[in-house]
């Protein structure tokens, strides 16, 4: 449905595809939030973090519609 690695096996909806991506960032969140030592220091990795992958991401899909086009 969404093409995206590793989800054609499953046969799943919209739906759940998108259920299961917001699974696994409660998951994520709750490893960076164990990694933390205090709320102060999650909040600013989040913040941090977030901002270097977003960037790397978003470059990774220009580059890749780049190609396309």
Known sequence: MTKAPGSAYKNHSLADVREEAVDAAIVALS?????SESQA???AELNRL???K????SEKVRS???LAE
Request: glycine share 6%; aromatic share 12%.
């Open 50 to 52: 977030m901002g270097e």
């Open 31 to 35: 490893v960076l939030a164990h990694a």
């Open 41 to 43: 220091e999650f909040e």
């Open 64 to 66: 890749q519609k780049d």
């Open 54 to 57: 977003c960037a790397k991401w």
